[in-house]
């Protein structure tokens, strides 16, 4: 029997499509996914199995310049994750913008001895006549070991850069499995709902607002048929508080709503929220804060 088993870090600018095809991968949605710019904040472990592997990937927040601490700490999980014991370094660049350029930006990120592969995203939504001319500039000047055209949203290739990646991983003559077949990420869920609601305030709100957004659950009850659950989503603003509340509270009630149906869908259970808005001034720059709400490496 041969074994494989190994962990693979997926980098990229923001908004590439790192969290979608982790989410591809695993077959849940260990991530969470939004049309805006800088989603994921913490790094997030999505396991896959099959019958001959365990592949770990990690997914990390996305290159962006850094304005405020919170930024900091994004950036810093991007290198605690390159830098550990990689065997597979995922570059992700976003096949509808220039590609040499996007690869540039990542070359020599990483450790030397990871494998390297540049999977180019979202290939559903371009042609194969606009992508070959860069393909054969990048095949000439990419210091990669594969390049990988794929599409996370559709699925597409993406049982290709499975095989690609197992090839690189150490073989084992028995199955090694660093975790349980039925763990697929290593977030609880208490976690995966603060994300979900974060999630939804990307979708429903204007860039500023989620950008300055936290959410905090303050209540997890499992002990009824029910589960409820208490947030504090927190802002940076009095006016911030205010959209966020919506007039006469409808903007609020349909956060509620679409945030509790995507939480009953990951839990498989009624739910039960309850969302609380409270403003905190300047919390991205405030260390202690930071910490408190989970954002901080150290322990
Ligand atoms: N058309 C198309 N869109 C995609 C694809 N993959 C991701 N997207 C979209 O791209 C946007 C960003 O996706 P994310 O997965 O959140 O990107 P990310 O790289 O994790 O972003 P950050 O967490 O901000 O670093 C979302 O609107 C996705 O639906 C793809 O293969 N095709
Ligand atoms: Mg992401």
Redesign the pocket.
């Known amino acids: 029997m041969e074994f494989k088993c190994g962990y693979v870090t997926i980098i990229g600018n ?2 590439v ?4 095809l ?1 989410n591809r991968i695993v077959g849940e949605k260990v ?4 049309p805006k710019a800088q ?2 904040r913490d790094n ?1 472990i999505g396991i896959y199995n099959d019958d001959n592997s365990q592949i770990i990937f990690i ?4 290159y962006h310049k850094t304005e405020h601490k919170l930024d900091e700490y994004m950036q810093e999980n991007i290198d605690n994750a390159i830098n550990g014991d990689v065997n597979v370094l995922i570059y992700v660049i976003d096949g509808k913008k220039p590609l040499v350029e996007q690869y540039e930006k990542l070359a020599n990120k990483g450790d030397k001895r990871s494998k390297k592969i540049l999977v180019i995203n979202k290939i559903d939504e371009t042609t194969f006549e606009r992508l070959y001319p860069q393909l054969a500039r990048l095949n000439e000047i990419a210091k990669v070991d594969e390049i990988l055209p794929l599409s996370a949203f559709k699925g597409k290739n993406v049982d290709v850069l499975i095989d690609m990646i197992k090839k690189y991983l150490p073989t084992y003559d028995y199955e090694m499995r660093y975790y349980p077949v039925d763990q697929f990420t290593d977030k609880n869920v208490r976690f995966l709902s603060a994300e979900i609601i974060r999630e939804k305030v990307l979708l429903l709100y204007n860039e500023e607002i989620p950008h300055g957004v936290a959410v905090q659950i303050t209540q997890f009850d499992e002990s009824e048929e029910v589960i409820k659950i208490s947030a504090d989503i927190y802002c940076e603003k009095d006016s911030h508080k205010m959209i966020l509340i919506g007039k006469q509270g409808e903007a609020i009630k349909k956060l509620s709503t679409i945030s509790r149906i995507a939480i009953e869908k990951m839990l498989d259970a009624r739910v039960y929220l309850d969302l609380f808005i409270k403003v905190k001034p300047n919390w991205r720059v405030d260390n202690l804060i930071l910490s408190e709400f989970g954002y901080s490496n150290k322990d």
Do not use: R, Y
Not at 17 to 20: A, I, N, V, Y
Not at 31 to 34: G, L, Q, R, T
């Open positions: 923001t908004n499509g790192k969290s979608t982790i991530a969470i996914v939004s989603t994921s997030t997914d990390t927040p996305g």
